[in-house]
Structure formats: structure tokens, C-alpha cells
């Protein structure tokens, strides 16, 4: 279908005395009439733009599912190869204009593009977007595009020769791609996660990933605008914009810049050929703040600039952005041996709540909005406030900074560079720049860019301010091999990096590693649990108990985590019924960890029991994410002030996948996702043991002080009461406070600790909030068998409500439809008798077809398998 977009509702017009021509800048997108084939050989089949060579052979038949069992194995042959596309379009709205444009919003990697015939670019980066003046070539009718892809792997081949330096990249895996230990990762501009990742397969993908369009103009184009808070508080803002015009012919224009539908500034100026930037400020009286999510609206005002000539609109631009401002604020200790790391919004200290965020597909082009914006929606009702951007996966589309904005989501924005050290030859260097410039620029409006960070973990590894080469990534190095890549490294993250969002940005913050303690201090020379931001993987990694979660508390935790097995009917969906044993050939494919399986297990025997059914291993491994994920959650709250943030590793993941993922690629949330819905609320009670102390904390970020009553109640697990107390209870603003303390055995008072439960429960002017407490590991829990009941009645339109009760303490109560786990508003809690439990279901199905289709699982049922 012909798409043609006109700009205005004009048609070309010739105005008054001054006999210029102005016509709106008209788009017309290149989505259709693309076919593709190996470079040169056999015949040309239908493809899709925005796409990949991959989803076309899939499209076409010409290979099974990648993420089927262990087919990426046997698709690695894709990245060998050169590939071609073509479309043929007309563009009758071309003729007679100055300037006629092809548009890629992204090349996924080694493009030659072509435009009837002619050579038009060669781009060498998929994270950049590329406009190319086609003036001189395009014709009304019978334009022929052609791009041409080459094999990333031998391009990443000749780059790595050219640079003579082997570079470390533990994450590509680059013997199943067949290519030994030679790693290519590193020299291209491209995902680092397509190589391969400790939860993500190696397709290496090639295609026009982004959308590509032809714009025809005359005169000037809206280059871009940039809208700016200079100050800001609930009686007034400063704001500033930046207006960039692309002049084609020189003469007279006029812009106009409307802010929630009043101008704001209007510009009658004379310009000449190229580049012109328009400044001016604004003042705007009781603006609705932009604030993250729990600590106020995410408000949003339209912005639309637009561009005339001799009255007529040729060029408008609309978005929408915040008044806000945000720093990072970091201070030296009273006692000098530390620094803050917290992040100030609107002149608030805010702890940052979220996660880390991967690509949601290792086929870029799949990720429909619904996708994303089930995403973003689901950090938002988990009460996050920032998502950090990993810099292994790409700087996300558009489409996810606007969801962020509107659902009150800071974004901590890697630059895409992960785990890897670096080339720092100037063709590369180049690369990086024009990569950093165009996104920075092309970001910088959203309210929820909170911080541009240079790279993830590069500099714990190759610790480039360390004299000696050891430990680390320098490792194997001759001095001056290893003096270059320091180089390179200084040179991209403390220089070229650094300098590009000081110029085109109005003071964004910029961290040029996570983790690091700070700019320049050496690895090993402070204590980083006092420094800087931290990424904690003695849980996991070195297989360190949770508690140590409590016992390292940082500055900032910008990752943490522990891996699950996604639930089973994600499980089904790349398994045959004979894969299904947690080591089986096709679920070890899908356990990227080298030491997943064996840590998962470890730490289960550890806190629960190892079941022996392969589904109660699934459901059990979630449980134990989730618990274990919520201990460092409530860790690091229960830290504040001196902790300001938790991000735990990681929201999403690109694949049907055994991981770190709290919702999985299909959207379903685990365990994991509830637990943090729960532990990352506005105020939550925190109960912390040491020794034969039981500690309770109530943890609040909201603006005043909560006032309220704790009560206490022991329960058995037949739900009768052994004890209670009240506890009035006033908790400080916007910290933690530490509101009881009581000696274990005076709170058991002689019942045994491995029957029965605290029940904390906070109630008051802002906050109901409950939380349970056991005095013994799981799996020393005398838990009874539980009955659990289900009731279902409409919950209005396409809702149905699931009413919940149980005879006996119901632990982990995890309910499924049809089989699905992770589909309801909360699930996999503690269900306590007398005490049902309401949960909804999004379905258009009958409340009686759903009754029939429920089920539960419990840990009880686990246990009692194995008796
Ligand atoms: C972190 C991440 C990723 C990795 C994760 C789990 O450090 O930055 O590199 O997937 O650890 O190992």
C-alpha cells in the first residue's frame, strides 16, 4: 500500500508578492514491494522492511524457528553470507523540490545502498540513523533501491586483521558460530548481545531494521528541537529550545514553537544555505511537574514547532516532553571515606526502584509496541521508577523513551558498549562519535533520560587506572598492547564520550562506567560498597547466601540478581515433552549460565528442597528468585539514605530463556515481578534478623512522615493466634526507620519456629501494608497440607476476579489458567487461612470457564511429592 504523508493539509502554493514557491516537506515511507535473496544467487523472495535476514527466511520457510529446541545451532551459516534487498518506488512528489532525502532510521550492520544503480552510502552501524541526498538521482517513477549486506562476522574479521590486537569478549560465543576462539564482537558497531550472552543465543543478524523513508522539501526542513528545563519548581520553570533548520535555499522563514498549545517563541529570520539553530527561553507560570513514578504525575506537554515560508507550513514537528530537572548528586562523607550516588528530581532525593533492561528480542524488528508498552507498563506497576539500559543490547526505539515518559520511567542510558575492551583506530573512534552524537541527539528530549553512562563493566575489567595488569581483562597483554588499549579506552569513555553530551545536552548527567567508584580511582584502592554505583555477583557469581545482600550494602546497586527457569508454558513452547529435564541437550541450549543449572540447584537446596518433578523444579527456581532477589530489594532500601538506588539484573528477556529475568519473552511475569511489585511500594515494613534480634524497619519514600500502627501477630499454620502486639509507629520522610526491636525468643515465646508466622502489618493515613516473617529456612518449615479454594466472578469487561482461600497456610501459592502462571494482577504469595485473597485475570473468558481452567501449585504439593 502507497503510504504518502503530507505535511499540513497544503497543497503547493504560490504566495502573494514574494513569488517564492513553498511547499510542505512530504514523506513517503519505503515499506513496501522489498524482496531479498543471497547477494547475486537464485531468485528474489517477498521480504519485510523493517526487518531482518533471519525473519525473512523464517517468513519464507527457508528455516525453522531459532528458538525452537536447538535450531540457532544450525542457523549460523546466516552470518556468513552477503545478502541483497530491493524495492522498486515512484516519487512523483520529488519532482521539482531542492532536496529530495533517503531516510534509514537504522542498517543492521555493513549496508551499500544503492538508488537506480548508483552507490548512495555504506554505513558500518546499526545504532545510527542516516539521511542521503538523492536529489540528483531519484526520478518520478521506477526507482529501484537495493541494499546490500555483507557478512558481519567477515567484515568483524577484517576489522579485527587491520587492527592487529586479539580483543577479550567472554560473551561472544563465538566457537558455536563457528569461529574458535576468534572473537569479532568488539569491532563492529553492532548489539553485542547478537553474538551470543549468558542468556541470549548467538543470531547474528543482518537487514533494515529501522524504518526507511524518502522526505522531498523545498527551502528548509525541522532539522530537530530541543526543549529544555533551565530551573524549575510548582510556581514557574525556565525552559529553553533549540530549533535546527536544514536550509536548502536561502531566504526568509519563520518558526514557531508552541508549548501546550500557546507559542512560546516565534522566529522571522533571513537564512542562509546549511545548518541554522535557533535559540530562545520561555517562562512558563505553574507548570505541572514531571515527576517518576510514586512521587507524582509523569506530566507531559505537547510541544509542535513549525516552519513557513511565505505563510505557508512546509515543515512541523510534534513531540511531547516534562518540565523537570535532575542531577546526580554525589557528596564526600563527613568522614571522607566515602561518596554519595543518588539521583535529584525536581530538587527531590529519589531511591531509584527498577531494573536492568535488555533487548526484548534477538529479532529486533518483532518488538511490537504492545511488547514494549506491556513492558514498560508492567516496571511501572511494579512501582519502578528507572529502568537502566544495558549497554550490550542497542539504544532502544523511540516508541520505549515515550513509554518511559509516560509512565514516569528515568532511564539510565548506556552508551552500547559492554564487557569488552575496545579499538580505539580512528575509523572506529569516528564510528562511535557519529553514533553518540545521533542518539544523544535524538533522545534528549525525553524527560526520563536520567543519565548517559559511557559503557557496562569495561572498566571493572579492564581497570584502566590500575598500575599492574592484574586481575583483570589486561591479563595476557604485552605492556605496549595493553598501553594502547588503555588508550582506546580513555580515549572513548573519559574524552570523546563525556564531550559529546556536555555540547548537546544542557547539562545531562554522564557516569563514564557501571560499576565504578569514580572517576579515576583505581580498582582495589577504596572500599566500593562506600563509592560509586556497584554491581553485586558474589550472590550468584561467587555463591555467596543472600545475607550477604545485607551485609554489602552500596551506594547505588545498579545490578544484582539470580536466574530462573521461565514457567512451563513457556517451557512448551521450545521443548518436546523429552526435553523436558532441566539438563536435557535442548534445556541446557537454553541455559546460556555455564553455571546456571548447578547454581540454581545449590542455592535451592540451600533455603527450599530440590523437588524431583521437572515442573516443581521450574515453579520452585521462580520461587527462589523471588525470594532471594527481594531480600537484596529490601537490603538496599532498608539502607537508606546511604543506599539511593536498586536495579536488579534484569526485567526482560530476548528469548525463551533459563535467566535473570523477572518477565519473560513472552511477558509473563515470574514470581520474581510480584515480589518486586510488592518490596518496591512507596512504604513497606522490613523485618531484618541478626543474631536472636529481630529488627523492624519501615522503609518510605513518600514526602511526610507515615504515622500509623504496626501489629504483630503469630500465627500457626492452621491460622490460629499465639501472640500479637501493636506498635504505634512514626517513620521519618523519604528514609528508613528502624521502628522496633525485639528479641526472637520473646517474640516466640515457646512456639516452636518452625510452625508458625509473623504477620507484620502497617496500617495508617497513607499505607496498608503487610508483609510475613518465618523464624526457619523453608525447608525446615513443618508446612502443612493446604487445600486451596478458588471462587470467580466478573471483574467487569474482559475481567474476571479470583477469590483465593485456603485451610491451612498455603506457602507460594502460585495460580495458573490453562496452565499460565504469570497473567494475573498478583500471584505466587502466601496464602493464610481465614484470610481469602482477591487476584484479577484479564480474560474475556466466562467467570465458570475460568473455575474450570484454575489450578495452583504450592510448596506443600512439592513436598508432599517427594514423601
Ligand atoms: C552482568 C551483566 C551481564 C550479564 C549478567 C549476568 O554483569 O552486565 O553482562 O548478563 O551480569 O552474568
Not at 55 to 63: A, K, S, T
Not at 114 to 140: H, K, Q, W
Not at 519 to 533: A, C, K, L, N
Not at 644 to 672: E, F
Amino acid at each position: 500500500m502507497e503510504n504518502l504523508r503530507k505535511i499540513g493539509a497544503l497543497v503547493a502554493l504560490c504566495i502573494g508578492c514574494s513569488g517564492v514557491q513553498a511547499q510542505p516537506l512530504q514523506t513517503r515511507e519505503l515499506a513496501d514491494g522489498w524482496s531479498f535473496r543471497q547477494l547475486n544467487i537464485g531468485a528474489w523472495s517477498p521480504a519485510v522492511v523493517p526487518g531482518t535476514v533471519h525473519e525473512d527466511l523464517l517468513r519464507n520457510g527457508r528455516i525453522e524457528d531459532p528458538y525452537f529446541r536447538v535450531n540457532e545451532r544450525s542457523l549460523q551459516w546466516i552470518d556468513k553470507l552477503d545478502w541483497e534487498y530491493r524495492t522498486v518506488f515512484d516519487a512523483p512528489e520529488s519532482v521539482g523540490r531542492d532536496r529530495v532525502e533517503l531516510c534509514f532510521d537504522g542498517l543492521d550492520t555493513y549496508a551499500a545502498v544503492y538508488l537506480n544503480g548508483e552507490c548512495v552510502l555504506e554505513s558500518a552501524n546499526m545504532f545510527r540513523r542516516y539521511r542521503v541526498d538523492v536529489t540528483r538521482i531519484v526520478r518520478p517513477a521506477g526507482n529501484e533501491l537495493r541494499v546490500v549486506f555483507s557478512s558481519p562476522v567477515r567484515e568483524g574479521l577484517e576489522r579485527l586483521t587491520a587492527y592487529g590486537i586479539a580483543l577479550k569478549a567472554n560473551n561472544d560465543q563465538s566457537e558455536l558460530g563457528g569461529l574458535g576462539p576468534v572473537k569479532i564482537a568488539p569491532f563492529n558497531r553492532k548489539a553485542g548481545y547478537h553474538f551470543g550472552w549468558d542468556w541470549g543465543p548467538r543470531l547474528v543478524t543482518s537487514g533494515i531494521w529501522r524504518p526507511v523513508r524518502l522526505e522531498s522539501w523545498g527551502g528548509a526542513r525541522l532539522a530537530d528541537d530541543y526543549v529544555y528545563t533551565l530551573s524549575c519548581d510548582e510556581r514557574s520553570a525556565r525552559m529553553g529550545v533549540d530549533v535546527t533548520l536544514e536550509v536548502a535555499a536561502a531566504g526568509t522563514y519563520r518558526v514557531d514553537v508552541l508549548f501546550d498549545g500557546e507559542r512560546v517563541a516565534r522566529f522571522d529570520r533571513m537564512l542562509g544555505e546549511g545548518r541554522n539553530t535557533l535559540s530562545s527561553e520561555f517562562e512558563l507560570r505553574n507548570p505541572r511537574l514531571w515527576w517518576p513514578n510514586g512521587a507524582g504525575d509523569p506530566n507531559l506537554y505537547r510541544v509542535e514547532v513549525s516552519l513557513s515560508r511565505a505563510d505557508t507550513v512546509i515543515d512541523r514537528r510534534t513531540h511531547r516532553t516534562g518540565v523537570r530537572t535532575l542531577r546526580l548528586v554525589q557528596r564526600d562523607d563527613a568522614d571522607g571515606r566515602g561518596r554519595s550516588f543518588g539521583f535529584e528530581v525536581n530538587g527531590r532525593m529519589l531511591f531509584m526502584k527498577g531494573a536492568n533492561w535488555i533487548p526484548s528480542d534477538n529479532l529486533l524488528p518483532r518488538v511490537t509496541s504492545e511488547r514494549l508498552g506491556h513492558l514498560v507498563r508492567s516496571a511501572r506497576d511494579a512501582h519502578m521508577n528507572m529502568l537502566r539500559v544495558w549497554g550490550g543490547g542497542t539504544y532502544e526505539d523511540d516508541r520505549f523513551y515515550a513509554l518511559c515518559d509516560s509512565c514516569g520511567i528515568l532511564v539510565w542510558q548506556d552508551f552500547m558498549f559492554a564487557c569488552s575492551n575496545l579499538p580505539g583506530d580512528e575509523p572506529f573512534l569516528a564510528e562511535v562519535r557519529a553514533e553518540a552524537e545521533d542518539n544523544v541527539v535524538r533522545l534528549r528530549n525525553h524527560p526520563s533520560i536520567a543519565l548517559w553512562c559511557g559503557n557496562n563493566e569495561i572498566e571493572i575489567l579492564w581497570r584502566p587506572w590500575n598500575a599492574t595488569n592484574k586481575p583483570g581483562m589486561k591479563d595476557g597483554y604485552p605492556q605496549e598492547q595493553a598501553d594502547v588499549l588503555t588508550r582506546a579506552y580513555v580515549g572513548i569513555f573519559h574524552e570523546l564520550l563525556p564531550d559529546v553530551v556536555r555540547r548537546l545536552t544542557r547539562g545531562a548527567g554522564y557516569w563514564h562506567s557501571s560499576p565504578s567508584p569514580g572517576e579515576r580511582i583505581p580498582w582495589g584502592s577504596v572500599d566500593v560498597t562506600r563509592y560509586g554505583d556497584v554491581h553485586n555477583w558474589n550472590v550468584w557469581h561467587k555463591r555467596l547466601p543472600f545475607e550477604h545482600y545485607e551485609e554489602a550494602v552500596p551506594r547505588f546497586a545498579s545490578e544484582y540478581g539470580f536466574q530462573s527457569f521461565p514457567e512451563m508454558a513457556t517451557v512448551a513452547t521450545y521443548t518436546l515433552p523429552e526435553d523436558r529435564e532441566i539438563e536435557s541437550e535442548v534445556m541446557t541450549a537454553h541455559q546460556r549460565s555455564k553455571i546456571g543449572n548447578s547454581t540454581i540447584l545449590e542455592y535451592m537446596a540451600r533455603d527450599y528442597r530440590v523437588p524431583t518433578r521437572f515442573g516443581d523444579i521450574l515453579y520452585m527456581s521462580q520461587v527462589l528468585q523471588a525470594d532471594g532477589v527481594r531480600r537484596g530489594i529490601e537490603a538496599h532500601r532498608r539502607g537508606m539514605p546511604w543506599c539511593m538506588g536498586s536495579l536488579y539484573w534484569q526485567i526482560n528477556d530476548c528469548w525463551p530463556v533459563a535467566s535473570w529475568s523477572s518477565i519473560d519473552c513472552y511477558g509473563r511475569w515470574k514470581a520474581l515481578h510480584y515480589a518486586a511489585a510488592r518490596a518496591f511500594e512507596n512504604v513497606i515494613v522490613s523485618p531484618f534478623r541478626h543474631g536472636d534480634t529481630l529488627d523492624l524497619y519501615v522503609v518510605s519514600d513518600l514526602v511526610r512522615p507515615v504515622t500509623g500502627r504496626l501489629e504483630l501477630t503469630l500465627l500457626d499454620f492452621d491460622g490460629r493466634e499465639l501472640g500479637s502486639r501493636t506498635l504505634r509507629v512514626k517513620a521519618g520522610a523519604n528514609t528508613s526507620t528502624l521502628v522496633g526491636s525485639f528479641p526472637v525468643s520473646e517474640l516466640l515465646s515457646g512456639v516452636d519456629r518452625t510452625q508458625c508466622v509473623l504477620v507484620c502489618r502497617l496500617t495508617g493515613r497513607d499505607v496498608d501494608y503487610e508483609t510475613l516473617y518465618y523464624f526457619d529456612k523453608v525447608k525446615n518449615l513443618r508446612l502443612p497440607s493446604s487445600d486451596v479454594h478458588f471462587a470467580v466472578r466478573s471483574g467487569g469487561e474482559g475481567r474476571c476476579v479470583v477469590e483465593l482461600s485456603t485451610d491451612r497456610l498455603a506457602k507460594s501459592v502460585a495460580v495458573a489458567y490453562n496452565g499460565e502462571t504469570g497473567i494475573f494482577s498478583d500471584n505466587c504469595f502466601d496464602l493464610l487461612p481465614g484470610r481469602p485473597r482477591e487476584i484479577e485475570l484479564r480474560t474475556a473468558d466466562a467467570p465458570e470457564t475460568v473455575l474450570r481452567g484454575l489450578t495452583c501449585m504450592t510448596i506443600d504439593k512439592t513436598y508432599e511429592m517427594e514423601k
